[in-house]
């Protein structure tokens, strides 16, 4: 996959889409040392300091746009790849559906993905040498366990993804469910899903994993099972 550099930008998800206007075609990925004007899910803010990672991949839409949704938890997969070498043995690394990376229970890394007709942008931010501060969640970076080399992360993030996602391409999100599910936040544990921007709607149950659309399952107290295809994880439920 062709990378192109910089070191400060708005956003590599601006970039990517600027530089299909001028004709480049996908795939290829936009890499930037420092962005000024991300946002992750539902329009929020994701801060980019220098020293961390913002890189934007694009690929081809598919010819089924029912399985785009899938492609968020693949490239998690991705991420999740090149991270496990990074971290100590005793430190938990594990997939907040849909895609947020977590170690030890904190974010390092998040996911947008955007779409038009000409290609899909897989966004990834991932706290390197510094993490936010002022978020209503637990965050942690890199550098707090180990020393990483961003162009390297990168260059190994976009070979990962590619496996992937010719993977998905040739057989669907389906033959990556079970090793999807093997690495996800709280499987067959308590959880609550908040369905709304204000946390006002939710549910709660047992984490059963993502079925082979990518959404996630929830059993209630009934043991009926009902598929997620949106939502927020919030707080673990105290049992």
Same mark, same amino acid.
């Given at each position: 996959m062709k990378i192109f550099q910089y070191d400060? %930008?708005?956003?590599? &998800? &601006?970039?990517?889409? *600027?530089? %299909? #206007?001028? /004709?480049?075609?996908?795939?290829?990925?936009?890499?930037?040392? #420092?962005? !000024?004007? /991300? *946002?992750?899910?539902?329009g929020r803010p994701w801060e980019t300091p220098a020293g961390n990672v913002a890189l934007t991949m694009t690929v081809l $839409? $598919?010819?089924?746009?029912? !399985? #785009?949704?899938? %492609?968020?938890?693949? !490239?998690?997969?991705?991420?999740?790849?090149?991270?496990?070498?990074? %971290? *100590?043995?005793?430190? #938990?690394?594990?997939i907040k559906w849909p895609n947020d990376i977590l170690i030890n229970e904190a974010k390092v890394s998040g996911t947008l993905i955007e779409a038009d007709r000409t290609a899909i942008y897989i966004g990834v931010g991932i706290n390197v040498k510094t993490k936010p501060e002022h978020v209503p969640y637990k965050t942690i970076c890199l550098s707090e366990l180990t020393e990483v080399k961003t162009d390297q992360l990168v260059k190994e993030l976009a070979a990962a993804f590619e496996k992937y996602h010719t993977r998905w391409k040739n057989e669907g999100f389906e033959a990556l469910t079970a090793l999807y599910n093997k690495r996800l936040y709280r499987l067959h544990k308590p959880l609550r899903i908040s369905l709304d921007r204000e946390k006002q709607k939710w549910e709660e149950g047992i984490c059963c994993g993502v079925n082979r659309y990518g959404h996630l399952q929830l059993k209630d107290e009934k043991g009926q099972i009902k598929a997620h295809s949106a939502g927020d994880i919030d707080a673990p439920l105290q049992h």
């Open positions: 400060t %930008i708005d956003s590599t &998800n &601006n970039e990517a889409k *600027r530089l %299909i #206007q001028q /004709g480049e075609k996908p795939s290829f990925a936009v890499y930037a040392h #420092q962005q !000024t004007a /991300g *946002r992750g899910r539902l $839409p $598919p010819e089924e746009l029912s !399985t #785009q949704s899938t %492609i968020a938890p693949l !490239t998690a997969l991705a991420i999740y790849d090149v991270l496990k070498p990074l %971290i *100590r043995a005793e430190d #938990q690394l594990a």
